[in-house]
């Protein structure tokens, strides 16, 4: 029997990475699509990478961009995949704001170019396609928890653009019959996540600070509040909604929702330290109130927990408005019912083990002197 194929969008990002990995593990061939770049952005998948010179290889990367519709028209005539996954995006919601109309471009009408591609190359009845839409389409909620019936109201340019890649979703589906189909995915994490987004921020911060290498880390709204579920779950739920033999729309969530400042004392914790937070908005901060040393000898290493112990009583986490965003997401929350007892969906990660995931990860890459002499600072510049 032929392999199935699958081409995936976005495939050097968070999720292009583990879906990648899951595909090939179910026998898939997988054709992902990256973007030129002037350093290397294939991190997240040089492990699967093959030699183009193997005769039988299973992953397979093209040149492409969302806002190149003649190139992703020939890539998806070449490759004639039966699915498709189109994860790419511009995805982050702060930067969307300064990058409005290519947001909307990549984000919204990349989506209309993967579909009238797919329409035009006469393969709406071969191939089956996955949109990322995305919690942020709840924005200003309506209702809590949120559903697949609960009407949207997107605060941000990203989530506009979002918005109109949903609806086109649909209507190619009903106008066309096509088997295309909207995961509504409320925020899943990982070790693989981009460092800019909030998880990850703070538990490399959390890391470098148990470290030593650094004093503070300044954040933006520490009260809006996500559910989080762990990346490595969230694929599977993507590919799930592709195995139906109708497509739909599909919330995929934990239903459990904490605020920032929680996960910024939980990923503390996972180091044996202890923080508080005193003070409001911009004057708030979070500082340090104690340390379980068996917890951070173990972890962190014997041989910082003198200087460490110092800082007992210092000041950790800062407030600074150049995070805050024009238009906030104060609360969301996810009504998975529907994938439950549809998908026989479940999350596997509560967001415990999410954190200790991602602490252990960072605690250990941030020990790697290599990594530091590449630029581990970098992030401390970024308004993001
Ligand atoms: P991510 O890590 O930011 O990855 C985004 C991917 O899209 C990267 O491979 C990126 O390439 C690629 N990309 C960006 N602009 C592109 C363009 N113009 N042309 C081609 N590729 C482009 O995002 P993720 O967390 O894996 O999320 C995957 C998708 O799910 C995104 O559409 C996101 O909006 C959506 N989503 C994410 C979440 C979440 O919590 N993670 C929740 C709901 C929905 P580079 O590597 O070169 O940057
Ligand atoms: N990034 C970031 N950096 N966010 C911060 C910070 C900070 O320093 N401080 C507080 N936050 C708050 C943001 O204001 C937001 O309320 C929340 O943390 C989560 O921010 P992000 O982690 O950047 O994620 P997001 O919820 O805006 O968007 C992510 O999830 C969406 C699904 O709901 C992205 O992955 C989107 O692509 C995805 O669609």
């Known amino acids: 029997m032929s392999k199935k194929v699958a081409l995936i ?21 997988v054709h992902g699509i990256k973007r030129r770049s002037s ?35 020939r890539i998806i005539g070449d490759v004639q995949p039966d699915e498709i ?12 704001f300064d990058t409005p109309e290519y947001t909307a471009n990549a984000d919204g009408i990349g989506t209309l170019r993967i579909l009238e591609a797919v329409r035009l190359l006469n393969l709406t009845n071969k191939t089956r396609i996955y949109q990322a839409s995305t919690s942020e389409l709840y924005g200003l909620v309506q209702e ?85 579920g762990h990346a490595k779950d969230y694929i599977k739920a993507m590919y799930l909604i592709l195995q139906q033999d109708t497509p739909d729309d599909y919330v995929i969530s934990t239903g459990v929702t904490t605020t920032i400042r929680d996960f910024i004392k939980m990923s503390f914790s996972e180091l044996g330290i202890d923080v508080m937070f005193r003070g409001v908005d911009e004057k708030e901060e979070g500082y340090i109130t104690n340390i379980n040393e068996n917890i951070f000898t173990k972890i962190v290493g014997e ?10 009583g210092e000041v950790v986490v800062g407030v600074d408005p150049a995070y805050f965003r024009p238009t906030e997401v104060d609360i969301l929350i996810g009504d998975n019912t529907k994938a439950r007892t549809k998908l026989g969906w479940e999350p596997t990660y509560d967001l415990k083990a999410l954190c200790h995931d991602m602490v ?18 970098r992030i401390l510049n970024y308004f993001e």
């Open 303 to 312: 041989e910082h927990l003198l200087n460490f112990k110092k800082r007992i």
């Open 85 to 96: 996954y189109n994860l790419a995006a511009m995805s982050h919601v702060k930067v969307s």
């Open 39 to 73: 350093l290397f952005n294939t991190d997240r998948i040089d492990h699967l990478y093959q030699d183009p010179h193997e005769e039988t290889r299973n992953m397979i990367l093209h040149y492409g961009d969302m806002t190149d519709s003649m190139n992703l028209t």
């Open 144 to 228: 809590i928890p949120q559903k697949e019936t609960t009407p949207f109201y997107p605060r941000s340019p990203y989530a506009v653009a979002k918005l109109y890649s949903y609806w086109i979703t649909v209507n190619y589906r009903e106008a066309y019959g096509m088997h295309a189909s909207n995961g509504i995915l409320f925020n899943h994490e990982s070790p693989l996540r981009g460092e800019t987004f909030v998880t990850r921020k703070v538990t490399r911060a959390v890391s470098r600070i148990a470290l030593g290498l650094q004093k503070k880390v300044y954040m933006g709204n520490l009260s809006s509040k996500r559910d989080w």
């Open 360 to 377: 252990m990860h960072d605690i250990e890459l941030m020990k790697k002197e290599e990594f530091l002499k590449n630029g581990g600072y």
């Open 9 to 29: 969008t976005g495939v050097t990002g968070q999720d292009g990475a583990y879906l990648s990995e899951y595909l090939i593990k179910k026998g898939y061939v």
